[in-house]
């Protein structure tokens, strides 16, 4: 079992295009030019959503600015 450091690693060397978030754009593509509007429509509403959940979740520590 990886712990969470190790998958923080691989996490940061997986390209974008590799990531959950990077391979349903390419299908959202790939759906849109077979015609399948709706269905690219869909997913495109759930990437939008998962973005929105992990952007909630971020915490930010405060930094000096001086």
């Not at 690693?9 to 790939?30: C, D, N, V």
Request: net charge negative; hydrophobic share 35%.
């Amino acid at each position: 079992m990886e712990t969470p450091l190790e998958q923080q690693q691989q996490t940061a060397e997986t390209p974008a295009a590799e990531s959950p978030s990077g391979e349903l754009i390419r299908l959202i593509h790939k759906l849109r030019w077979a015609g399948m509007d709706e269905e690219a429509e869909r997913l495109l509403k759930k990437l939008e959503r998962e973005h929105a959940a992990a952007a909630e979740n971020m915490h930010v520590a405060p930094s000096e600015t001086d």
